[in-house]
């Protein structure tokens, strides 16, 4: 009974976690002049985030998780020469940067040294002006919007550029069952994060990453591995693996965005909402269960899982954006219709890599490299194994609004079904 309980909270939770960046009506936008904010830092705040801005920025930013220090040999060549605009052959300030670091954060100030630390360890081995980093912070009162703002002349200083920008409203109070209206504030916010990728396409390489992270507690091998897959494998889309605790083992997290190239769920949820299936993923997908099992990526319909290195190309030349679903269209997170939208445009090679293990606060991200392992346990020897893709997308996708409403429906479903969809598979 108590089991019971507890796993319709957490499923409750896991789209408590959608709702944590909203949209605000009057929006304020303020990229990078700090004197535009129209956000107040709160002073007794500001005066504990020089803290944690040194912190973040320690050479030694391995320490809350026991993260280990990036194979220079496995992700050395991601660093690559600066890419100088021929036009301006003299100046080294313009370059073409090529790894875009994309965050909507809500109240995380206890787990945003890991996530900070992480991120600008990422940077140093990647080079810092070959990075760009958009944050956009809304609601925080617990020192989030003061710790960033923080640490913007320091990404600076380093190289890379910084973007903040703070969006206030509350999406919750929609109403709980509005989960449709809610997606799309969520979707919008995602895209704003991505504003200073989109409004000056320019300044970046023609193969630009996008990283997208949640309020997660990685080490940057994490996402050093995630960009290095995406890279190897010629993948639009690479995806991490998120783990909560509703008992002593850790449950596979985004349950309600991953779908697998069976077009199920990642673990079978009954209507009940019971999590008491959580241990056996890939039930009816043994492919997918031994590359898991194996540590090695594979391809899937749909992910997100709090982690992606996502191609720039179908945003710029594509005109592909977050959003959320159509009046007709089923109801589902952005993430999977990111995904949906991806598939249609050609751009299916989609995969999760299961060394990448992640949670969302400080103790659990320690259990979950204690039970998963870390990213280097696995891939020690600078091989890996190519996914080999398939072209086509599960004929059906199940569309999950809530636990009790389960559907299976074309893949597809409302969008214009004009033209075939094919991966390019070069
Ligand atoms: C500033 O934040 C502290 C706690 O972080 C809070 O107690 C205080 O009320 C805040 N001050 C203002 C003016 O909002």
Not at 66 to 83: A, N, S, T
Not at 182 to 198: G, S
């Amino acid at each position: 009974m108590v089991k019971g309980i507890r796993v319709v909270l957490i499923f409750i939770g896991g789209l408590t976690v959608w709702n944590q960046s909203t949209r605000s009506d009057g929006r304020t936008v303020a990229f990078q002049d700090p004197n535009r904010w129209a956000k107040k830092a709160n002073a007794s705040n500001l005066a504990l985030a020089g803290h944690y801005a040194q912190e973040i920025m320690a050479p030694d930013p391995t320490n809350h998780l026991g993260c280990r220090e990036p194979d220079i040999d496995r992700y050395g060549y991601l660093r690559k020469d600066i890419v100088v605009n021929p036009s301006h052959q003299r100046d080294f300030t313009v370059t073409q940067r090529k790894h875009f670091f994309a965050l909507d954060l809500t109240q995380c100030v206890d787990r945003i040294r890991p996530l900070m630390s992480a991120i600008i360890q990422s940077m140093q081995l990647l080079g810092p002006e070959n990075c760009a980093l958009s944050i956009v912070e809304g609601r925080s009162t617990d020192g989030t919007f003061e710790v960033l703002q923080t640490l913007r002349e320091k990404v600076e200083a380093m190289g890379a550029s910084f973007y903040l920008a703070t969006n206030e409203a509350n999406p919750t109070k929609a109403g709980d069952d509005d989960k449709k209206a809610r997606v799309a504030i969520l979707a919008e916010l995602r895209n704003q994060a991505l504003a200073p990728l989109l409004d000056s396409p320019a300044q970046y390489a023609p193969d630009t990453t996008i990283l997208f992270l949640n309020d997660v507690a990685p080490c940057a091998e994490d996402i050093l591995e995630l960009l290095h897959q995406r890279i190897q494998q010629k993948a639009d889309m690479t995806c991490a693996m998120d783990w909560t605790y509703v008992g002593p083992h850790p449950s596979f997290y985004d349950v309600w965005i991953s779908r697998g190239m069976t077009g199920d769920t990642f673990f079978d949820l009954p209507p009940s909402g019971s999590y008491d299936n959580h241990w056996d993923l890939f039930w009816n997908d043994r492919p997918a269960q031994n590359h898991f099992y194996n540590h090695k990526p594979f391809q899937v319909f749909s992910c997100w899982n709090g982690l992606v290195a996502l191609s720039a190309e179908p945003f710029v030349n594509g005109g592909l954006r977050f959003r959320g679903s159509k009046p007709e269209e089923c109801v589902q997170g952005e993430p999977q219709i990111l995904a949906k939208d991806l598939w249609k445009m050609g751009h299916g090679k989609i995969a999760v890599v299961p060394s990448v293990n992640l949670a969302y606060d400080v103790e659990s991200a320690q259990k979950v490299k204690e039970a998963k392992g870390y990213v280097s346990d696995w891939a020690r020897d600078g091989s890996s194994q190519q996914i080999e893709w398939e072209p086509k997308p599960p004929a059906k996708v199940k569309c999950m609004p809530t636990p009790k409403d389960q559907h299976w429906l074309p893949w597809d479903e409302s969008l214009d079904s004009s033209d075939e969809s094919r991966v390019d598979l070069r």
